[in-house]
C-alpha cells in the first residue's frame, strides 16, 4: 500500500510542470510566491484648509486612519492604497482638481457621496477677511449627519472600491466655474502671511 501511494506521489510530480510556485524562473531566483502585478487605489483629500477646518482636519485624520485599518486588506489581495491630500489654495487649483466641495474624498478619481450636502462652517468663515459665510460638506451616514467623515462610511466606502478594484479609474474634467460657495471664499480669503 505504501510503495502504490509512492508510485502516485511520484507520477504527480513527472506531471507537474515544475516544483515551485509555477513562476517559471529559470534563474532560480523565486521567492517562492508568484507574484502578479499590484493594482492600486488612490484615495485622495482635497480641502481648502488642513489646519483649522473643523471638518476637514478630523475628515483627514479619519481617512488615514481608514487607510491605516484596510491597507493589510488590501495588500493580501495584491492591491496598494495610495494616499494623497491636497490643499486646495486658489481658484485655478479647485477648477483644475473639479473641487465641488470641501472635504472631498475621491477612490481612484471618484467622490465616496456624491451626492453634496452643505452647512455653514464657522472655522472657515474664519478663514475669510469679513467672515463671508463658508460652507463645508456635511456627511450622511446610516440616518445620522455627521459634520466630519465617520470611520464606518470611509472603511465602507474603500472596502467597495477594493473588491471593486478592476473598475477604471476616473479623471474628473476640469471645471469652467466653480460652485457658488466656493467662488465666495476664494475671492474673501485672507492672505496668506509668509513667516520669513
Request: with cysteine; proline share 6%.
Amino acid at each position: 500500500m505504501q510503495g502504490m501511494e509512492k508510485k502516485q506521489n511520484t507520477d504527480l510530480l513527472k506531471m507537474a510542470p515544475e516544483i515551485g510556485c509555477g513562476c517559471n524562473d529559470a534563474a532560480g531566483a523565486c521567492s517562492g510566491t508568484a507574484t502578479a502585478e499590484k493594482k492600486m487605489l488612490n484615495v485622495e483629500l482635497l480641502v481648502i484648509d488642513l489646519t483649522s477646518c473643523k471638518r476637514c482636519v478630523p475628515t483627514g485624520n479619519e481617512l488615514k486612519r481608514a487607510v491605516g485599518l484596510l491597507a493589510p486588506v488590501a495588500e493580501v489581495l495584491g492591491i496598494e492604497l495610495n494616499y494623497r491630500e491636497a490643499i486646495v489654495r486658489t481658484e485655478q487649483e479647485a477648477k483644475a482638481l473639479a473641487l465641488m466641495s470641501s472635504p472631498t474624498i475621491r477612490l481612484n478619481g471618484r467622490d465616496i457621496v456624491p451626492d453634496i450636502r452643505e452647512s455653514l462652517c464657522e472655522s472657515c468663515c474664519d478663514l475669510t477677511e469679513d467672515g463671508t459665510l463658508v460652507n463645508c460638506r456635511e456627511w450622511h451616514y446610516r440616518g445620522k449627519v455627521y459634520y466630519a467623515a465617520p470611520l464606518p462610511l470611509l472603511t465602507e466606502a474603500i472596502m467597495r472600491a477594493i473588491l471593486d478594484i478592476d473598475t477604471p479609474p476616473v479623471v474628473p474634467e476640469r471645471m469652467a466655474v466653480l460652485p457658488e460657495n466656493l467662488r465666495r471664499y476664494f475671492d474673501h480669503k485672507r492672505p496668506v502671511t509668509s513667516s520669513y
